[in-house]
Structures are given as structure tokens and as C-alpha cells.
């Protein structure tokens, strides 16, 4: 491995061969293809040479980085403390002059909501298959004093194409170790999805998954946000007060256990929200109860309405003050 100042990279047979914003990597081959493209990073697709095994290279340029610096090292932090099967993970880490390259766990069965509106079939029990892996991941997470600190649909990915494909969590971008130096109290993640202690202010603990958890179960079974507003201080309002509907007709054919399930993790008070591992031993999760009735009309209609990728809110610290 070793920089290459100024060079540009060399296009042989559609691959950049080991040159990436001037870095040479001799255990990579550079695929000249861009996967994505954040606020403050690229991703880009490689080939690791020796076990031809495709990857994402997060490529983060050390500009972006000015101030941030604490920000990075916790999710390297965090990333190197995990591995699970439902968790995107840490491959490698290759530091150069000018960007910091964060080798990932390639998925690349797509996003959460295109899966769903893709299918011609989905029940209660696909929504209950999926937030089951979810929560398994996030109580490894806890369990091992970790909290993602935003969760949402945006951050689930499926491993592959195939129709049993496991869903992934991704983005440790805001996650916090527990017990590492402060009591967590920073209002960050993204309007929506943020428990009520959060936007109260007050220090929170790793409750703040599972009600985002709740938050993804309710739009997984109807295809729409529990709370909503274009000004985010009235939709923060909704939040504190944990006011939200079980709608007609959207909610008819739920059953009385999935909002059972629901309930309990959008409790307000985090005292008594589930944990993961009560909600995992719930009977829509761990029993029978979800239903088979076919709902992909209804739910894929609804999340084409409300979550068109133009109206995707990202992840801020929030900052809000009461009407």
C-alpha cells in the first residue's frame, strides 16, 4: 500500500487499478462505478484481489473531516467493538494524505421501501420477520453498551437480491458508546424517529432505539409516519406528547397484537418502554399472532405517497424551540 500524490486514476478494462483520489491500495482494485454519494463521503464499489470479494470503500475526504474528528472516531470505535449477522461491518481502514477510506461489508440487495413496493405480497408476518432481525441486532447492540441513536428505514438494507435476503443496519455515524466519558443528552437523529427524551432534552439512554423501533413497525404495517408536520416544531410537539392514531381504513385489518406490539414500544415514558428483549418475547413477535392477510396495496400506496426519496429527511442535530 502506498499514496500516489497526484495521480490520476488509470481506467483499464472499467476498473481503476488500485488508484482512488490519488491512493494506491495493492489488496484493492477500484470498480469505476459510484454507489452512492453522502453530505460529506462517496462510496465506491472494489474488489479485493485476493479473495476477489466485492466491498463498499467509504471515502471520506480530511477537509470534511475539520472539526468532526470525534465524530469519526466513535463510529470507527463502535464498528470495530461489532460483528453480527444483521449489522453492516468494518472491513479494513486505509488512511492516505487527503481521505480516510472505510473498507464495508458490501449489501446490495437495496433499500427497505423499495423491497417492499417491489413485492406483489406482504403480510404482518414479513413486517414481524423484519423488525425480529432488527431488534435481535439492536439488543446485541445494547448488550454490548451501544446505542445507533438513528435508526430508520433509510439505514435498513438487504443483504442480496434473493427473496430471503436478511435485512442490514447500517450508518454508526450517531452512535454512542454508554459509560464512555458523558451521560448521553445531545439532540441528534432525524425528525420522526427521535423518542420524546430527546427532544425533551433530558439524558436518555438506549430506549431511544427501541422506540425509533416502534416508530418502523407502524409505518412497516400501514405505510405512513406516525407523526407529521412540514414544521418540524409542531411535529417535535406531536412527539413529546407521543400523539399518534391507529387510522381507518389503513389500520382495519391490523391485527389487535401488532398495535399491542406498537404501543408499548412508543411508550413515552422510557421507563416503561420495552426493551428489546421484552419485545422479542411479544406474541406478534415471538408467538403467532401476526396476521397473513395480504396488505402490499394498501402499504406499498402509502409509502410511494409519503416517503418519495425527495421528501427523506437526513440526519441532524436538532434544534428546536417550543410553540
Same mark, same amino acid.
Given at each position: 500500500m502506498a499514496e500516489q500524490g497526484g495521480v490520476e486514476p488509470s481506467v483499464t478494462s472499467g476498473t481503476w487499478r488500485g488508484v482512488i483520489n490519488g491512493f494506491r491500495c495493492d489488496c484493492l482494485t477500484f470498480v469505476l462505478c459510484l454507489c452512492s454519494r453522502g453530505a460529506f463521503s462517496e462510496v465506491v464499489l472494489a474488489e479485493e484481489k485476493r479473495t476477489q470479494k466485492l466491498v463498499a470503500v467509504k471515502c471520506i475526504p480530511k477537509k470534511a473531516l475539520?472539526?468532526?474528528?470525534?465524530?469519526?472516531?466513535?463510529?470507527?470505535?463502535?464498528?470495530?467493538?461489532?460483528?453480527?449477522?444483521?449489522?453492516?461491518?468494518?472491513?479494513?481502514?486505509?488512511?492516505?494524505?487527503?481521505?480516510?477510506?472505510?473498507?464495508?461489508?458490501?449489501?446490495?440487495?437495496?433499500?427497505?421501501?423499495?423491497?417492499?413496493?417491489?413485492?406483489?405480497?406482504?403480510?404482518?408476518?414479513?413486517?414481524?420477520?423484519?423488525?425480529?432481525?432488527?431488534?435481535?441486532?439492536?439488543?446485541?447492540?445494547?448488550?454490548?453498551? !451501544? %446505542? @445507533?441513536?438513528?435508526? *430508520?428505514?433509510? =439505514?435498513?438494507?438487504y443483504d442480496s437480491m434473493e427473496d430471503d435476503s436478511k435485512i442490514m443496519i447500517s450508518d454508526f455515524g450517531l452512535s454512542k458508546i454508554e459509560g464512555s466519558g458523558s451521560v448521553m443528552s445531545t439532540a441528534c437523529g432525524t425528525p420522526g424517529y427521535v423518542a420524546p427524551e430527546v427532544l425533551a432534552q433530558k439524558p436518555y439512554s438506549k430506549a431511544v432505539d427501541c422506540w425509533s423501533i416502534g416508530v418502523i413497525a407502524y409505518i412497516l404495517l400501514?405505510?405512513?409516519?406516525?407523526?407529521?408536520?412540514?414544521?418540524?416544531?409542531?411535529?417535535?410537539?406531536?412527539?413529546?406528547?407521543?400523539?399518534?392514531?391507529?387510522?381507518?381504513?389503513y389500520w382495519d385489518d391490523i391485527s389487535d397484537s401488532a398495535k399491542d406490539? !406498537? %404501543? @408499548?414500544?412508543?411508550? *413515552?415514558?422510557? =421507563?416503561?418502554?420495552?426493551?428489546?428483549?421484552?419485545?422479542?418475547?411479544?406474541?406478534?413477535?415471538?408467538?403467532?399472532?401476526?396476521?397473513?392477510?395480504?396488505?402490499?396495496?394498501?402499504?406499498?400506496?402509502?409509502?410511494?405517497?409519503?416517503?418519495?426519496?425527495s421528501k427523506w429527511k437526513v440526519c441532524v442535530c436538532l434544534s428546536w424551540k417550543p410553540l
Open positions: 475539520e472539526g468532526k474528528e470525534n465524530s469519526i472516531e466513535n463510529e470507527i470505535a463502535v464498528l470495530h467493538k461489532i460483528k453480527h449477522a444483521n449489522i453492516v461491518s468494518l472491513e479494513e481502514i486505509f488512511d492516505s494524505k487527503s481521505h480516510l477510506y472505510l473498507v464495508m461489508q458490501l449489501v446490495s440487495g437495496g433499500e427497505l421501501f423499495d423491497r417492499i413496493i417491489e413485492k406483489g405480497f406482504y403480510t404482518e408476518k414479513d413486517a414481524s420477520k423484519l423488525i425480529q432481525q432488527i431488534l435481535d441486532a439492536v439488543k446485541y447492540l445494547h448488550d454490548m453498551g !451501544i %446505542v @445507533h441513536r438513528d435508526l *430508520k428505514p433509510e =439505514n435498513l438494507l400501514c405505510g405512513y409516519p406516525p407523526f407529521y408536520d412540514e414544521n418540524d416544531a409542531k411535529l417535535f410537539e406531536q412527539i413529546l406528547k407521543a400523539e399518534y392514531e391507529f387510522d381507518s381504513p406490539f !406498537i %404501543v @408499548h414500544l412508543m411508550e *413515552k415514558d422510557p =421507563n416503561i418502554r420495552y426493551t428489546c428483549e421484552q419485545a422479542l418475547q411479544h406474541p406478534w413477535i415471538a408467538g403467532d399472532t401476526a396476521l397473513d392477510k395480504n396488505i402490499h396495496e394498501s402499504v406499498s400506496a402509502q409509502i410511494k405517497k409519503n416517503f418519495a426519496k
